[in-house]
Each structure stands twice: as C-alpha cells, then as structure tokens.
C-alpha cells in the first residue's frame, strides 16, 4: 500500500496496489533514464518529484483530453458507479475505493438513473 503525505484535515485512506505492481515497480526502478540516471521517486518531472498532485492531475486530464470536471473524486464516484454496476462484491468494492460499505451503499446509483 501507498500512504500519501497528508496536508489537509481530510482522510486519504492507503491506496491498494495491484498485486504485479511491487513487482514492476522495482523493475523501472533499475530502467536509466535517456541521460543514463535512475529515477529517484515513483513520479517525477523532470528528474524532481511532483511537487503540486493538484497541478499535475489537471495537466494529465488535459492531456487525456477529459472534461476540465474530470477531478479525482468525480472519477471515484464513475469507479463507484462502474464496480456496482458489475455486481463486485460490496466490501471487496470499498475496501478498493478507500470508502466504508455503508458509504458505498449511500453512493449506489438507482438502476433507472443508470445511462445504458
């Protein structure tokens, strides 16, 4: 798991990694950039770490070509959304999102809301 440093009263829970992810990790880990150095930090620009996530969201967001609306939380509700909609097991789903059941229960989209 990944634990952000936390610079607001607001709870970022760990986020869950993929189970090959470790593993890829500390392959790129030992790829030498194009000047032949190694990379000091998980994301970088530049060779220095990211120093604004909110900066370097909306830059990604602009370059995916996504609404300017497209901001982490929006896209936690479509994951929401997208994981109920495939039945995914209640807990297994909120232990994803980093959310309680009953908060993912909260979030459930009634069916005929439901764009096809």
Known sequence: MIRLAQTTNKRQPPVKLPANVPARL???????????TLPAYV?????KPVASVKTAFATAVRLAGLEEDAWPHVLRHTAATWLMRQDVNLWE???????????????????SRLPE
């Open 26 to 36: 500390r392959v790129w880990s030992q790829l030498p950039r194009k000047g032949g």
């Open 43 to 47: 994301v970088e620009w530049k060779g």
């Open 93 to 111: 789903a909120a232990g994803y999102l980093g959310m309680t059941p009953e908060m993912l229960q909260g979030l459930r989209p009634q069916p």
